[in-house]
Every structure is written in C-alpha cells, then in structure tokens.
C-alpha cells in the first residue's frame, strides 16, 4: 500500500492535534460519576441542631402518612400510571397491598399499581433512614441581616450543634453552610462568618471536617469574588492546620450578570475557573434570578421561562467540566392552612386539598427539571421531601428497562471494539448512560442488583467508571 503523506510531517501534524486535543479534554473531562445528592434542604442557621436532619425525616414521614396513608392515594393524587385501575375501598386497597408484598420487582411489573407501589415504599424506606441527603446550614435570606453580635454567636452555635451531630452520626451524608455575599457591603460579615463556624468547628472535633462539606458562595457575579474565596480558604487552612485544597465551595446563578456580562459572554466557565478546582457545584436560585428578571413575585416559579433560559445557559456553558449542577426550589409548601387538634371536617378537607395542590407542583417542578437534567433541587420544608422522592424515583423507575436495553447494546457493542483512540468517545457516551443508574442507585431508585440487568458485574458497577469497564473487558478480566 502506497502513502503519500511523509511520515515525519504527518506525525508533528498529529502531535500538535492531541497536544490540542488532550487540553479540551483536560477542561471537559466529562460528568463525574462521584455520587450527587437529589437536593439540598436549606435551614437557617439559628436554627440547626444536631439532629435536624432526623427530626426532618419525622416530619416528612408523618406528612405523607397523613396525607396519603397507602400508595393507591399517592397514585391519584399524582395521577400515577394505572392509578385509574386500582381499588377505592380499602379492603380492596389491602387485598391489594398483600398480593404485591408477596411478588417479586419483576413480578409486580404487569400489574396496574407497580408503579406507585415501588415508589411509595421506597419514599418511606428512604424517609426513615436518610430523609436528608444535603443540608446547607443557612446565614444568608434563610438567616437574615442581624447584629454582628448574633450572627457571631449564631455562627458558634451551629458550629458546636454540627460537632455534636457529626458525634452522633446525625448528620446528612452532604453538609455545608452558605454564607453571605462577597458584595462591598456584606464581605466582611461573610469572611467572618466562615472564619468562626470553621474555627469553632475544627477546635470540637480536633481538626476534622464533616464528610463532604462545602462553602455555598451566593450571589456570585465576577471571577474576583471565587479568588477571594480561594485566598481565604487558604488563609484558613495554613491557619487551621488542614491540606491544602480540603476546603471546597458551591456558587449560585441567581443573576442575569452571571449568565450575560457586559461583553454579551457567558461568564460562567470563566467564575468556575477562577475557583482553581475548589468550586464543584453550581446552584440556580429561583427567586433571585426571577426577580433581577423584573418578574413579580407571584409569577417567580420554577416554571417561568426565564428560568429554563437560565438552565440552558447554564448547561451549555458547564457542560462535560464535571461541575455538579442543580436547579432551585418550589415556594408552595405542602402545608394544610388549618393547625391543631378538633379541626371540623370542612378544615380537613381544606387541608387535604392544599397539601395535594402543592405535592402536584413539587412533583411537577421536579420531573421538569430531571427532564431539563438537572438531578439536584432545593428543598425549603421538610414536608417537600416525600414529592422531592416521589419525582426522583418515578423518573428513574418509568425510564428503567429503556435504559437496561440501551446499555447493555452498549456495553455488549464496546466490549468487541478494539483497543485505539476510540475508547474515549466510547467511555463518554458509556459513562453518560452508566450515570442515570449510578444517580438511581444512589438515591434508593433501585438496587445494585438491578443495574446487573444491564450486563455489568458488582465489580464493574462499583468502579463507577464507563473507562475502568471497558479496559477490563477488553482485556479479557
């Protein structure tokens, strides 16, 4: 076979194009397959203690119980697939519940109320034992602008009750605090903040951080403000004795000035960057975004246009750089108007009906946002939980045996490839389908067990690697 091409030309040509190559990859290494929490609860900081997340567990559990006391209630409210089928009366309910206990998942798939009974087990399942999966301890809108004097002793406070949780293993597998704005007139309150909640915290529990812990920076509109942060993460480790790079942060898009700047950019790669690899999430905040939209308050939701703008944007400019994204919160909560004991039937009702009302806007903000790919929200209530799952676990479970096909036909296709250059578009496209069953293992969608269905070993699935995968099984292990 005759070339024309001289080889050593060709070679630099090459060289010069992976060099080039190898750079994007570097700035879009892909999702990581590192496990995202399905939101994060936020709660002033005055009044966090160390069992909070457990105690909003209780609450959660309790809200559901009362307002849909079996899984057919919570497929009509819903409006679940084959809720128009199941029973209404509730020897029927109950006949009904025990022929299903005694199926297999497999089994329980051709009947009409497999569906809403999978998820309602599973939301109380994952209610009793990690209702909270991230908690951001709040000194921003969820604390207000208080004297110094309170924000300080506030600031101790919470850093004392995280300790004791973190003694009692109480504490959300996610932890964090959001501090206020590097803005001129709120900087100094947010440095010092920070600098007591990490110094008290660090004093109790000699030296040691919650697992995952993050500063949530809000507010961001400039690269400066992340620099900032930096420099003063690293004031405080040297000061505190912890390894350089320990402290990690969030930002938040809640300005049309971090998704347009004064060029007609987007400057968000730009603010990740400057962050020098400690950023690892970026948070869309509703209300503030909405609002520096000119949007009035009774139309700033979750389901503004606007907002889906924001999202895209945000999308495109974050894509494949790993950065964990997540979108913002609803603002009805699931709350009956009526309080206490001897409520006539009219005021049950009533709150029946708005508590269904609001579970029907949780649900639906939720689907639309894991639809729009975003896996990560906000939640505000503890009684916004049981919808936060019911969302989570109805999107995964109605997309599962679409997504088994597709990704066993991948996995059986890239196995027989052979080892060049096309293994990385290969992991890419693998990892991205690897991802939607490592998201529902991790939140209690599923079990490890079911994600063998697409072909995979335990020992695969847990490298959580497309890449680590196909290395293996193209080298015969």
Not at 108 to 122: C, D, F, M, V
Not at 216 to 238: D, S, Y
Request: proline letters at 5%; one cysteine or more.
């Amino acid at each position: 076979m005759k070339l024309s091409l001289p080889e050593a030309d060709k070679t630099a040509l090459l060289n010069q194009l992976g060099e080039a190559n190898r750079q994007f990859q570097q700035t879009y290494p892909g999702d990581r397959p590192d496990r995202q929490p399905v939101h994060t609860v936020y709660g002033g900081a005055n009044l966090f203690k160390a069992d909070t997340c457990v105690r909003m567990g209780d609450i959660a559990l309790n809200n559901l119980r009362t307002y849909a006391p079996n899984f057919v209630e919570l497929a009509r409210v819903l409006r679940l697939k084959g809720h128009e089928q199941l029973p209404t009366l509730q020897a029927d309910i109950e006949a009904l519940t025990q022929r299903l206990e005694k199926l297999s998942p497999a089994d329980r798939k051709p009947e009409p109320g497999w569906l809403a009974y999978s998820i309602y087990n599973k939301i109380v399942r994952k209610l009793q034992t990690e209702a909270v999966e991230d908690f951001r301890i709040d000194f921003e809108d969820g604390f207000g602008n208080r004297p110094d004097a309170e924000e300080d002793a506030t600031a101790v406070q919470a850093a004392q009750e995280l300790a004791q949780g973190m003694r009692h293993g109480t504490v959300s597998p996610f932890i964090g605090i959001r501090i206020k704005p590097f803005t001129e007139d709120l900087k100094d309150r947010g440095v010092r903040t920070i600098d007591i909640f990490l110094t008290t915290l660090l004093t109790e529990t000699g030296g040691r951080l919650p697992a995952n812990f993050v500063v949530m920076l809000p507010k961001v509109t400039i690269p400066e403000q992340m620099t900032t942060m930096v420099r003063l993460f690293e004031l405080l480790e040297q000061a505190n004795g912890l390894e350089p790079g320990t402290l990690k942060m969030e930002t938040m898009v809640e300005a049309t000035q971090i998704i347009m700047d004064e060029e007609g950019r987007n400057p968000l790669l730009r603010i990740i960057r400057a962050s020098e690899g400690r950023c690892v999430a970026a948070h869309f905040g509703t209300y503030d975004y909405t609002a520096s939209c000119g949007i009035t308050a009774r139309y700033q939701t979750m389901a503004h246009p606007v907002c889906d703008f924001a999202h895209h944007m945000t999308k495109v400019a974050l894509g494949g750089t790993g950065i964990f994204l997540s979108d913002g919160a609803t603002n009805v909560m699931p709350i009956g108007p009526h309080r206490g004991e001897n409520l006539t039937f009219e005021q049950l009702r009533e709150n029946r009906e708005s508590v269904h009302n609001a579970w029907r806007q949780g649900f639906h903000h939720t689907t639309h946002s894991l639809i729009n790919g975003l896996y990560q929200g906000w939640d505000l209530n503890p009684a916004q939980l049981p919808m936060r799952y019911a969302a989570t676990y109805h999107f995964f479970l109605s997309s599962y045996d679409d997504a088994v096909h597709r990704l066993k036909t991948f996995v059986e296709r890239a196995a027989i490839s052979t080892l060049t250059g096309d293994i990385f578009d290969d992991a890419a496209t693998g990892q991205g389908l690897l991802n939607f069953f490592l998201k529902a293992l991790n939140c209690g969608a599923i079990s490890e067990e079911e994600i063998q269905a697409t072909g995979l070993t335990t020992a695969e699935i847990q490298t959580r690697s497309f890449f680590r995968i196909l290395e293996g099984r193209r080298a015969g292990k």
